[in-house]
């Protein structure tokens, strides 16, 4: 076999080989060397007072328990939560209730994070609370003393109610130094919005908080953050997500941004939003077909057994997605979908799209208005927008698909569940309502 | 002959024709398979991490963006397949740094499992163009020259297939969920067997030792055994895909063509030297060029 390539002549020549093999060498010791950590980005952090990233977190038991975070610069020693269900604008000796919070937790750092202060994790997990009571609550930390700000538990009955959801917030470009203005208009529609409709209760946020899970990004996050709180102090407690781009378990600044303590699975759990209606939050990052997968259906199997409970699922990577190709959710059709058809789950929310979407109710991989379950999402709480594939079966009317910035509200009043999005100028982009489906219309698990 | 090419073979016979034109048949397949599936991905809506680098770190609008993504993947393919029809390794190398670019931009962006890492577990997919490239050379040239080109398609081969089996070793030994739900589905879906989370990760345990150890043998020794259980593991991890997600994951399978055919490739590469080249493999860094 003979090959006459006058491109090729060169390589004949001693140093063409040199230099060939040495492209190859430097190319394995690049990819070696750059196996750890990406590059940095430039960072110009921003400043942040001696207490700030106010927030207020939401897994297990919301009628009585709230995690109550904030950062400090440094580790400090005394770092205490006063709190009352009446507002004593500050009065530290007036308040009928003190906790210290647990040893403070250094937000995790990477390479990238060099010339970003270094931030600590404050956390008091306040438990034995009253349902759907207003408490107010200020924060000392070494001398330093927070404003009054104030929080509701999530009801034990079955009074309506409402959350919002809202997902993929991260900017276009990953540099820190560069504001967010979308994001940050979105949190202040939210703060707007809760002003507008106190019965909202939280905010369930479906992933992908910054481009990255690391410090000098998820500070960002919760500097914006801090605007979905009122002019009166209200913080809206958020019950986390975990998307694509908070990263692997251990590998993340995420996890202690919304620590928990005594969490032991890779977040997923459930919240009781009240006696009659449950969110459960599946991590798809981890395995789907494995633990979780188990966990799902004992979840699902005590939730249904509470009859007309409403039943919401969200998760971050889409199993019906607007823009990706759809096989890339095989995992979750496989694992997920039939369990939330077999246990007649009301609504699951989604993400990772970046686009906004409602599915048309789909039962077995098909449109069944009797039987099927809407997947709204796909992620607009600040991220550039896609242009979905509005081709695809199941966005067919009723079902739409569009590119817009976005969060959900979803009220749970009167017997039915109604899903309204909400764009960035408080226009409303989709509504429409669920009702509970007829335990006849299905087989019973 | 091609007169520019050197004249003297040093006394060293070509080699066998038929390993020969396996390993080039063998190295053709993996990275026109290879383009293939990049022009498949970026048709598809989503594309690579190199629409979503041109999309969200540069802001392009989105149709600009994939139509970028195309033309770069659709010309990739197209220098790809020229350059296996002419055998001209310069044709070969858009595809090369298509691939580079792509595990840069996937490591960037992130937003995946070990994506820190794809440098490394993308290795063959770059460096299968460079060792076909290194290939053509040998068969360009003649003598020690052509065995100095041999013994360097060989040697990247070698060092790419070593990078992947070791990254994903350790992955596997780390529980990387994805392998987990490989390990599961392709249990449900082909045993109807429902494979628990924990056996899977001990499974998994046992692949990372075992991946580790061949990156290692790839290396060290390189025998026909171990290449062939190399290439048998590397195609029935890669049709796990298949097994696991349905049909549509085909792009995944002809992604890590270069995995299972490198293999393939490198066994037919010390095959296509005359003994006693084979009893001397060494490293590439070690020239076998003239001086």
Not at chain 1, 233 to 262: A, C, K, Q, V
Not at chain 1, 358 to 371: G, L, N, Q, S
Not at chain 2, 112 to 122: C, I, K, M
Request: glycine share 8%; hydrophobic share 45%.
């Amino acid at each position: 076999m003979m090959i006459t390539d006058p491109f090729l002549r060169p390589l004949a020549r001693p140093a063409s080989a040199a230099l060939l093999r040495a492209i190859v060498i430097s190319a394995c010791l690049l990819a070696v060397v750059s196996a750890g950590e990406p590059a940095a980005t430039s960072t110009s952090p921003r400043e942040l007072p001696p207490l700030a990233h106010f927030r207020v977190t939401w897994m297990l038991n919301p009628a009585t328990t709230a995690l109550v975070s904030w950062t400090t610069p440094a580790q400090g020693a005394s770092h205490v939560v006063y709190y009352d269900r009446q507002s004593r604008d500050g009065r530290l000796a007036d308040y009928a209730a003190k906790l210290a919070a647990l040893p403070a937790r250094k937000y995790l750092t990477f390479p990238g994070d060099a010339g970003t202060p270094d931030g600590w994790a404050q956390n008091a997990l306040l438990e034995n609370l009253v349902p759907a009571t207003t408490y107010h609550f200020v924060i000392a930390s070494d001398g330093k003393v927070s404003r009054e700000f104030q929080f509701r538990t999530a009801p034990a009955d079955g009074r309506p109610f409402k959350l919002i959801y809202g997902a993929d917030s991260r900017p276009a470009r990953p540099d820190p130094k560069v504001p967010h203005l979308n994001r940050r208009m979105l949190n202040r529609l939210v703060a707007a919005t809760v002003e507008q409709q106190p019965d909202i209760i939280a905010l369930a946020h479906g992933g992908d908080y910054d481009s990255h899970a690391e410090w000098r990004f998820l500070r960002e996050w919760l500097s914006d953050q801090e605007l979905t709180i009122g002019r009166d102090g209200r913080i809206l407690p958020i019950i986390p997500n975990r998307g694509n781009h908070e990263g692997r378990e251990g590998h993340s600044t995420f996890e202690d941004m919304f620590f928990w303590p005594g969490r032991t699975t890779p977040y997923y759990y459930a919240t009781e939003l009240s006696d009659r209606a449950t969110l459960i939050t599946l991590n798809s990052n981890a395995s789907k077909g494995g633990d979780q997968r188990d966990w799902l259906e004992t979840e699902l199997k005590r939730q249904r057994a509470t009859p007309g409970k409403w039943i919401i699922v969200q998760y971050h990577v889409a199993s019906y997605p607007s823009y990706r190709p759809v096989e890339a959710s095989a995992a979750q059709r496989q694992h997920w979908v039939p369990l939330f058809e077999q246990y007649r789950v009301d609504l699951v929310c989604e993400a990772d799209d970046h686009t906004l979407k409602r599915t048309v109710p789909i039962y077995e991989d098909k449109a069944d208005p009797e039987r099927g379950v809407i997947y709204i999402g796909d992620g607009g709480f600040g991220v550039p927008p896609r242009v979905p594939d509005t081709t695809r079966w199941y966005l067919q009317p009723p079902g739409f698909s569009t590119s817009a910035l976005h969060f959900h509200v979803l009220d749970f009043t009167d017997g039915a569940l109604r899903v309204t999005a909400i764009g960035l100028e408080g226009q409303t982009l989709d509504h429409f309502e669920v009702h509970a489906k007829s335990a006849a219309s299905l087989a019973v698990p | 002959m091609n007169p520019s090419a050197p004249a003297a073979t040093d006394g060293i016979p070509p080699p066998d024709p038929w390993p020969a034109n396996l390993v080039t048949v063998v190295l053709a397949s993996a990275v026109v398979a290879g383009a293939l599936a990049m022009v498949v991905i970026a048709w598809r809506n989503d594309g690579t991490a190199i629409n979503t680098y041109l999309f969200m770190d540069c802001g392009l609008g989105p149709g600009i963006a994939s139509a970028l993504e195309r033309s770069a993947a659709g010309l990739a393919l197209a220098t790809t397949i020229a350059g296996v029809a002419r055998r001209s390794g310069t044709w070969l190398w858009p595809s090369a740094g298509y691939f580079l670019v792509e595990a840069i931009a996937r490591r960037y962006v992130q937003g995946q499992a070990y994506s820190e890492w794809a440098l490394l577990t993308d290795a063959p997919r770059y460096l299968t163009p460079v060792a076909l490239t290194a290939w053509y050379a040998a068969a360009h040239t003649a003598g020690q020259w052509r065995e100095g080109w041999r013994q360097t398609a060989a040697w990247v081969l070698r060092m790419a297939l070593a990078a992947v089996f070791a990254t994903h070793g350790a992955e596997a030994l780390k529980g990387n969920p994805a392998f987990v739900d490989l390990i599961i589905s392709s249990g449900g879906n082909l045993l109807h067997v429902r494979v628990a989370e924990g056996s899977a990760r001990t499974i998994l345990q046992l692949i990372g030792l075992m991946d580790c150890g061949i990156a290692g043998a790839i290396i060290l020794w390189a025998r026909p055994a171990i290449l062939a259980w190399a290439a048998t593991w590397a195609a029935v991890a890669a049709f796990a895909r298949l097994t696991a997600n349905g049909l549509g994951a085909y792009p995944e399978v002809l992604l890590r063509a270069s995995y299972f055919l490198g293999p393939t490739a490198l066994w037919a590469l010390q095959h296509a030297a005359r003994p006693a080249f084979r009893a001397t493999e060494r490293p590439a860094l070690v020239s076998t060029f003239p001086a």
